[in-house]
């Protein structure tokens, strides 16, 4: 039987549109930031790693997957554990690769496919669903867990990432739909220390770049 998909896999490939490709417009913004929360819940989940008073504290740097290895290798070079929020900055520069890897566990799956596009000078690549009924199913398994509830950890911290990620609109058509998984998801408390660093970072990365924009828009009308 396939071994049950990681976190961090779990959110790229719902982030996906089915049949256009691509990431969907509401997690484009944001989905690196995801999958490197997600990735640091997979080591807490793991014990390779705990959390003290919003840091993180190395447990044990040995893992099979190579992010994991990347990951908990450059952490563990710090001289003392230091906060969520000041690891998504310093990895920064490291979220193309860290996608690349999370990318790369899907091609291997057979569950997506990577094309190549390209426009004039720039070159990219463009994800697409292989096995349609598979993201299905798990779209499926995820409004579930919304509609009915759960305690299960693993899962609950799954269900935490999703309004962070913009996914809900991957999930749920309707504007009332999305209210009501809203109102769901609050219900469940699903705050933990990263989900949270992780919507701390969004929002600052967000400002930063609307700072950028009207800076850019009063530079024109001056000009």
Not at 14 to 40: E, H, M, N, T
Not at 49 to 72: Q, S, W, Y
Not at 166 to 190: I, P, T
């Amino acid at each position: 039987m396939e071994p049950a998909l990681p976190l961090a896999q779990k959110l790229y490939f719902l982030a996906i549109r089915p049949g256009k490709g691509g990431i969907s417009q509401q997690s484009r913004s944001v989905l690196d930031y995801i999958l490197l929360g997600a990735l640091f819940m997979e080591l807490y989940l793991l014990k390779k790693i705990r959390f003290e008073d919003k840091r993180m504290v190395v447990l044990n740097t040995k893992a099979e997957n190579e992010v994991h290895r990347f990951l908990l290798l450059k952490m563990s070079e710090a001289k003392s554990p230091r906060k969520i929020s000041r690891w998504i900055s310093k990895f920064y520069y490291s979220l193309k690769y860290i996608r690349g890897e999370v990318q790369n566990g899907l091609v291997d799956r057979r569950l997506i496919r990577m094309e190549e596009k390209h426009f004039l000078f720039f070159k990219w690549e463009k994800p697409f669903v292989v096995n349609i009924p598979a993201q299905r199913n798990l779209e499926a398994e995820i409004r579930e867990l919304i509609m009915k509830g759960t305690r299960d950890e693993e899962q609950l911290i799954l269900l935490s990432f999703l309004v962070p990620g913009g996914l809900l609109h991957r999930l749920f058509s309707e504007n009332q739909q999305r209210r009501e998984a809203r109102r769901r998801l609050k219900a469940m408390v699903l705050d933990n220390q990263v989900s949270v660093a992780v919507r701390e970072a969004i929002a600052a990365a967000h400002a930063v770049a609307a700072s950028a924009a009207a800076a850019s828009v009063a530079a024109t009308s001056a000009s």
